[in-house]
Nanobody, 123 residues
Framework: VQLQAFGGGLVQAGDSLRLSCAAS????????MGWFRQAPGLEREFVAA????????EYADSVKGRFTISRDNGKNMMYLQMSRLNPEDTAVYYC?????????????????WGQGTQVTVSS
């Protein structure tokens, strides 16, 4: 499986944005997926994760209630719907995948990473 994240951009505080992650290759549905982000000068941090069929999700406290992770196994796609964005959400966002069914929140456990997509939120 190879991953490609896209959909980032420059938005204003309070706006919404949807990120997408396209996966190539077979067996996408056998992978747990996640979104991570890294702001300049900071370490990569967990944002959201989803299990193989989308029935189970986890969120970082900082995005809970504002972001929604989802996936469409029929299209080999994962999404991150972001609302009520604020400048602290500015970062490069990465999608990641690992074989297995369960939700995984630790970046160290992910095997596959896509290139990042920049999200910039202006105040």
């Amino acid at each position: 499986v190879q991953l490609q994240a896209f959909g980032g951009g420059l938005v204003q505080a309070g706006d919404s944005l949807r990120l997408s992650c396209a996966a190539s290759g077979r067996s996408f549905s056998t992978y747990a997926m996640g979104w991570f982000r890294q702001a300049p000068g900071l370490e990569r941090e967990f944002v959201a994760a989803i299990n193989w069929n989308g029935a189970s999700t986890e969120y970082a406290d900082s995005v809970k209630g504002r972001f929604t992770i989802s996936r469409d196994n029929g299209k080999n796609m994962m999404y991150l719907q972001m609302s009520r964005l604020n400048p602290e959400d500015t970062a490069v966002y990465y999608c990641a995948a690992r074989p297995g069914a369960a939700v995984v929140t630790s970046g160290r456990l992910y095997d596959l990473w896509g290139q990042g997509t920049q999200v910039t939120v202006s105040s």
